[in-house]
């Protein structure tokens, strides 16, 4: 299954985060398929970049987010547009 996580980088006791896509069976901070964001926790107020185009991508593929991850999509609003995307993407019947 693959998962879009937080990978720890950075120093002892300065911790920031990339947002990546993964096999589930990789270890935290292993092997991942593709880096699609980063987070800072220690700046104030906490910094979250995502790329939202990557983000929708490997979602509507089946991408599993963790709790932390998908917090911050839906505060970002990629998760409404992902809920939102089948219902635009329909084309309109033509009456001919």
Do not use: C
């Amino acid at each position: 299954m693959v998962k879009i996580r937080l990978l720890r980088v950075g120093a002892k006791g300065q911790p920031s985060y990339r947002v990546v896509v993964a096999d589930s069976r990789s270890p935290r901070d292993g092997r991942f398929i593709e880096i699609i964001g980063n987070y800072n926790p220690r700046s104030k107020p906490p910094v979250t970049t995502i790329q939202e185009e990557r983000a929708l991508y490997w979602l509507g593929k089946g991408a599993q987010p963790t709790e932390a991850v998908a917090r911050m999509l839906k505060n970002l609003g990629i998760m409404d547009k992902l809920h939102a995307a089948p219902a635009d993407a329909e084309p309109a019947p033509e009456s001919a």
